[in-house]
C-alpha cells in the first residue's frame, strides 16, 4: 500500500481552533464591558481567568504545534518514494494558525484583565 500523509495533525489543529472558539463564546457570553484606558472591550469576570488561559493555550499553541507537526512528518515521508503528501492539510493548519493568532489576541486581552482585576482588588 501507499503511505499517505496523517490527517492526525490537521484533527488536531481544527479540534484546537474549535475550542478555543467555543472558549471564546463562553467569554463574549459572560463579558462586561471594561475600560482599558483606549478602549471599551467586553472582557470576561476575573473568576474565569482558567478559560481565557485554556482558550490561549488552544489558539495558537497547539494549532501552531499541529501545523510544525504535519510539516515535519510530511517531510521525513518525502524519502519513501511510495509515500503521498497532501500539501491541503498544511495549508488548512496554516490558515488555522492565522486564524488562531487572532482569535488568541481576545484570550490575552481577557486573561489580562482577568488578572489584572485579581492582582489589584484581592
Given at each position: 500500500g501507499r503511505d499517505v500523509a496523517s490527517p492526525v495533525p490537521l484533527v488536531l489543529g481544527g479540534a484546537a481552533f474549535v475550542v478555543s472558539l467555543v472558549l471564546a463564546l463562553v467569554e463574549v457570553a459572560d463579558a462586561r464591558a471594561s475600560d482599558l484606558g483606549f478602549v471599551t472591550l467586553p472582557v470576561i469576570e476575573p473568576r474565569l481567568w482558567w478559560v481565557a488561559l485554556l482558550g490561549y493555550v488552544f489558539t495558537p499553541i497547539v494549532v501552531i504545534v499541529a501545523a510544525?507537526?504535519?510539516r515535519l512528518w510530511q517531510r521525513s515521508g518525502l524519502r519513501d518514494r511510495y509515500f503521498t503528501p497532501k500539501p491541503l492539510y498544511g495549508?488548512?493548519?496554516?490558515?488555522?494558525?492565522w486564524a488562531g493568532l487572532v482569535l488568541a489576541l481576545w484570550h490575552v486581552v481577557n486573561l489580562a484583565a482577568a488578572l489584572s482585576d485579581l492582582w489589584s482588588n484581592p
Open positions: 510544525g507537526l504535519d495549508r488548512v493548519l496554516r490558515l488555522l494558525t
